[in-house]
């Protein structure tokens, strides 16, 4: 007996399927986290809960799926962070250009009280974040002159995910960031509605950027998380071993996800180059660092210069 996760399941051992969406493809590092969770949820549910993948924005971008999995209309929703502080304000701080060191510092603080007291916010606003993910450290790619120094970022069109904490970023180091949705950007970059945009090599790759930008230059301006999030219709049906068995298929999700991302910062490089992409590796980020100084006022006020420090202080 089959029931879709907006019905109600009548038999014990109805199968209950589950709406997932993301944006970008099933082989891609956020694919991979939710093969591997609805593998692991088949596996320690005997079958009751499965999902049924829509990849590649077909139920939207970000924002619109977190709305979705608000109303609950949709259950589960894996997105990046940027968005998600126009609907969680106490995710903002996460999003703070160059707060982490690397990924060992990123995925420590994360996993760490901070990073779990943050997810506590959710329930508040309708949603819930079962487990931190990665989307990876974000690069600037654009067709217009490689980016060298900030100063050759001054006048460009520069797409930024819907999130003010990035493009107070941007507009620090003189680019013109144009907020707009993952599934709006291939064509705006063919087109040249915009000149370029920034996302980590993992989405470079899985959304074919690479096909529309001349230039890569490897700044890693920002760690750019993500999240697994389900609806909150969904979570209150759970029961308390159901509600373990997502914890734990959401962690199998986790390494299955920081391994790609891995995997796809290291052999991406060449990947692109073979493409006729111009890869910047050698990036002097101090100097992007000291373009951003001007945003940070904003931040220390918005956040608390002391809660920056604590996150940048965690070895
Ligand atoms: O989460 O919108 C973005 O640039 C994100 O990095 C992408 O949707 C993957």
Same mark, same amino acid.
């Given at each position: 007996?089959? #029931?879709?996760?907006?019905?109600?399941?009548? #038999?014990?051992?109805?199968?209950?399927?589950?709406? +997932?969406?993301?944006? =970008?493809?099933?082989?891609?590092?956020?694919? +991979?986290?939710?093969?591997?969770?609805? !593998?692991?949820?088949?596996?320690?549910?005997?079958?009751?809960?499965?999902?049924?993948?829509?990849?590649?924005?077909?139920?939207?971008?970000?924002?619109?799926?977190?709305?979705?999995?608000?109303?609950?209309?949709? /259950?589960?929703?894996?997105?990046?962070?940027?968005?998600?502080?126009?609907?969680?304000?106490?995710?903002?701080?996460?999003?703070?250009?160059?707060?982490?060191? !690397?990924?060992?510092?990123?995925?420590?603080?994360? /996993?760490?009280?901070?990073?779990? /007291?943050?997810?506590?916010?959710?329930?508040?606003?309708?949603?819930?974040?079962?487990?931190?993910?990665?989307?990876?450290?974000?690069?600037?790619?654009?067709?217009?002159?490689?980016?060298?120094?900030?100063?050759?970022?001054?006048?460009?069109?520069?797409?930024?995910?819907?999130?003010?904490?990035?493009?107070?970023?941007?507009?620090?180091?003189?680019?013109?960031?144009?907020?707009? =949705?993952?599934?709006?950007?291939?064509?705006?970059?063919?087109?040249?509605?915009? /000149?370029?945009?920034?996302?980590?090599?993992?989405?470079?790759?899985?959304?074919?950027?690479?096909?529309?930008?001349?230039?890569?230059?490897?700044?890693?301006?920002?760690? @750019?998380?993500?999240?697994?999030?389900? @609806?909150? @219709?969904?979570?209150?049906?759970?029961?308390?071993? !159901?509600?373990?068995?997502?914890?734990?298929? #959401?962690?199998?999700?986790?390494? #299955?996800?920081?391994?790609?991302?891995?995997?796809?910062?290291?052999?991406?490089?060449?990947?692109?180059?073979?493409?006729?992409?111009?890869?910047?590796?050698? +990036?002097?980020? @101090?100097?992007?660092?000291?373009?951003?100084?001007?945003?940070?006022?904003?931040?220390?006020?918005?956040?608390?210069?002391?809660?920056?420090?604590?996150?940048?202080?965690?070895?």
């Amino acid at each position: 007996m089959v #029931a879709f996760g907006l019905g109600v399941a009548v #038999a014990a051992n109805a199968q209950t399927v589950l709406k +997932v969406g993301w944006t =970008n493809t099933v082989e891609s590092h956020y694919g +991979v986290a939710l093969t591997t969770f609805n !593998d692991e949820i088949i596996k320690r549910t005997n079958g009751r809960y499965k999902l049924q993948l829509f990849p590649s924005g077909a139920l939207g971008g970000e924002r619109e799926m977190l709305e979705a999995v608000q109303l609950g209309t949709q /259950d589960m929703v894996m997105t990046s962070t940027g968005p998600v502080g126009n609907f969680v304000p106490e995710t903002r701080i996460v999003d703070i250009p160059f707060l982490f060191r !690397d990924y060992d510092h990123a995925r420590k603080v994360l /996993d760490g009280p901070i990073g779990q /007291d943050i997810l506590t916010k959710f329930p508040a606003k309708g949603l819930i974040a079962i487990s931190w993910m990665e989307n990876g450290f974000r690069h600037v790619s654009n067709n217009k002159k490689q980016v060298k120094v900030p100063e050759d970022l001054k006048g460009m069109k520069i797409r930024t995910m819907e999130n003010k904490v990035h493009m107070e970023a941007f507009k620090a180091m003189g680019a013109l960031p144009t907020p707009m =949705n993952m599934n709006e950007l291939f064509t705006a970059l063919q087109t040249g509605t915009v /000149d370029g945009q920034e996302n980590p090599v993992p989405v470079i790759l899985a959304s074919k950027l690479y096909t529309v930008q001349k230039y890569v230059a490897l700044t890693g301006h920002v760690y @750019s998380p993500a999240l697994l999030i389900v @609806s909150t @219709s969904l979570w209150n049906k759970l029961s308390d071993a !159901d509600k373990a068995a997502f914890k734990e298929s #959401a962690k199998a999700a986790q390494v #299955a996800n920081r391994k790609k991302v891995i995997e796809d910062d290291t052999n991406g490089i060449e990947f692109m180059r073979k493409a006729g992409v111009e890869v910047l590796t050698q +990036v002097d980020k @101090s100097q992007f660092q000291k373009a951003v100084a001007s945003a940070y006022i904003t931040y220390n006020k918005e956040f608390g210069e002391a809660n920056i420090k604590k996150i940048m202080d965690i070895q």
